[in-house]
């Protein structure tokens, strides 16, 4: 696996993390990213 595929996985951990709990803040917390970070990934994941 290369350096770039452990970074989408982690990214599309924290979004599938997030769905689970039902609260994007937690999950963002829990991960080590920042509120602007979270919503840039979700928002070329999922279109917004």
């Known amino acids: 696996m ?3 595929q452990k970074i989408i996985r982690a990214k ?3 979004l599938e993390l997030a769905k689970q709990l039902g609260n ?3 999950a963002r917390k829990m991960m080590g990213y920042s509120r602007g970070s979270f919503y840039w990934f979700n928002t ?3 279109g917004g």
Do not use: I
């Open 2 to 4: 290369t350096q770039e």
């Open 12 to 14: 599309v951990g924290l």
């Open 44 to 46: 070329k994941a999922y």
């Open 24 to 26: 994007f803040s937690q």
